[in-house]
Nanobody
């Protein structure tokens, strides 16, 4: 069984910063790509940022130069540093990982989500 748990969400004023964390636990053999998605009320879930096992990153245009994704392979964790936050960044943020478990089964796993609210 593999579980992802996010933390670090909250309420922040526009222009402020937050750092989200996501920890994977369970029967993990290796973790391939990691990423963050978000879903605002009434909107579809959208990609925010991804990072490969080799450290190659990709960002949505809306967050480039403001958000930074990073990972700690030893701790099975992924982070999202969010700077210069805007009200339109308000959403539930989800982490996702492509994980090969101890039985070598490869699957995508999602966290439960953490709320980020940016006030104007």
């Amino acid at each position: 069984q593999v579980q992802l748990v996010e933390s670090g969400g909250g309420l922040v004023q526009a222009g402020g910063s937050l750092r989200l964390s996501c920890a994977a636990s369970g029967s993990i053999f290796s973790i391939k790509a990691m990423g963050w998605y978000r879903q605002a009320p009434g909107k579809q879930r959208e990609l925010v940022a991804t990072i490969t096992s080799g450290g190659i990153t990709h960002y949505a245009d809306s967050v480039k130069a403001r958000f930074t994704i990073s990972r700690d392979n030893a701790k099975n964790m992924v982070y999202l540093r969010m700077n210069s936050l805007k009200p339109e960044d308000t959403a539930v943020y989800y982490c996702a990982m492509n994980i090969q478990n101890s039985d070598y089964y490869l699957a995508d796993y999602w966290g439960q989500g953490t709320q980020v609210t940016v006030s104007s």
